[in-house]
């Protein structure tokens, strides 16, 4: 059906897909120097920023909200004239020098496209996870949290968003209790310290949840111990799971630009290996995921975008 309608054709210098911090610092680089520009993003602009709640390791604000913070990016990103569309892209093909960038409206052709698309929170593909998921089951403290006013919750994992999550809900909830694989955190020494001092945290050593029980909604969850082997009904009004990302990389999966994992493969002008598309902020291949490194890749890509132009019009 999509295929049928007529799409129109609109030649920019950039497109950028995805709005999260990443893709708008491309935007403002990119609109900067004189380049047409335009961001394609699916839903509010701000990615993953929007749904943090507050944000205090970003350099220049001691404290900001996320919502406020993207807010800013997006301000930032507008000011010398990009473009931003509330559209999804279906596909990206490659046509000699240019790229057409698919929507189910429009075709945008153009010489660089930046792919800035994120990732995803892994699920831990369980039984009754699906099920219960809005009923109990969540992976948005910030969206999902205020509903658990009062409740015991079950944060799973163990890295910076389990536990600074975890913390969060804690303004709603009676108990939460974080449940890891392992017996020590990955999570930053500075929001380990703080969970620990927090008297409403407690934790599940070397445990994996193993099924998610509820009917309409979550009642409990069936956790095994790894070292002990010992399985029990662990009650509980609701499961957060925060145990690690997925990219969001399928729109480039035919390209050969990934790892076996997925995350774009990059060096460290962002290029990836065909000329003329860049990748940027969490759907790259790094170690370090942070709205700060997302900026400083987009002003990367931002930057090499012009370059590479130039060297077409050589
Ligand atoms: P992460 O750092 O990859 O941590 C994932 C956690 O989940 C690990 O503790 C891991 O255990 C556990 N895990 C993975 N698969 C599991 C499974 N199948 N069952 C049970 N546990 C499992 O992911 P993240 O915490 O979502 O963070 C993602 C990125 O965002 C990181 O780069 C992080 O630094 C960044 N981030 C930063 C901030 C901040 O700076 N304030 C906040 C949030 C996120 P193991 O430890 O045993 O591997």
Redesign the pocket.
């Known amino acids: 059906m999509e295929d049928t309608i007529e799409k129109t054709m609109i030649n920019v210098d950039v497109v950028i897909v995805g709005a999260g911090p990443g893709g708008m610092t491309a935007a403002l680089y990119a609109s900067r120097a004189n380049l047409k520009t335009i961001i394609l993003e699916k839903g509010l602009p701000g990615g993953e920023v929007n749904n943090t709640a507050d944000v205090e390791?970003y350099p220049g604000f001691s404290k900001i909200a996320g919502p406020e913070l993207a807010h800013k990016f997006f301000e930032s990103a507008m000011e010398f004239g990009a473009q931003h569309s509330m559209e999804t892209v279906v596909g990206i093909e490659l046509h000699d020098q240019v790229k057409h960038v698919i929507t189910s409206k429009n075709i945008y052709v153009a010489p660089v496209v930046i792919i800035a698309t994120g990732s995803q929170?892994?699920k831990?593909d369980i039984p009754g996870e699906n099920l219960l998921s809005g009923k109990g089951v969540s992976y948005c403290a910030v969206c999902d949290g205020f509903f658990f006013r009062n409740r015991h919750l079950v944060v799973?994992?163990?890295?910076?968003?389990?536990v600074?999550e975890g913390i969060y809900l804690t303004q709603f909830a009676d108990k939460v209790t974080i449940v890891?694989?392992?017996d020590s955190?990955?999570a930053?020494q500075i929001l380990q310290e703080r969970a620990f001092k927090n008297d409403k945290i407690d934790f599940i050593w070397d445990t994996?949840v193993e099924e998610v029980i509820g009917d309409q909604s979550v009642e409990g969850v069936f956790l095994r111990n790894g070292k002990t082997g010992e399985r029990y009904t662990y009650p509980c009004e609701g499961v957060f799971i925060?145990?690690?990302?997925v990219p969001n990389s399928s729109l480039v999966s035919h390209l050969d630009i990934t790892d076996e994992e997925g995350w774009i493969i990059t060096n460290e002008k962002m290029e990836t290996r065909i000329p003329g598309i860049f990748a940027v902020g969490d759907v790259r291949q790094t170690h370090?995921?942070?709205i700060a490194t997302s900026v400083g890749d987009g002003s990367h890509a931002g930057h090499m975008a012009y370059q590479y132009i130039q060297t077409l019009a050589d």
């Open positions: 390791n929170h892994r831990l799973v994992g163990g890295g910076d968003s389990a600074e890891h694989r392992r955190l990955r930053q994996t925060y145990i690690g990302l370090l995921r942070q």
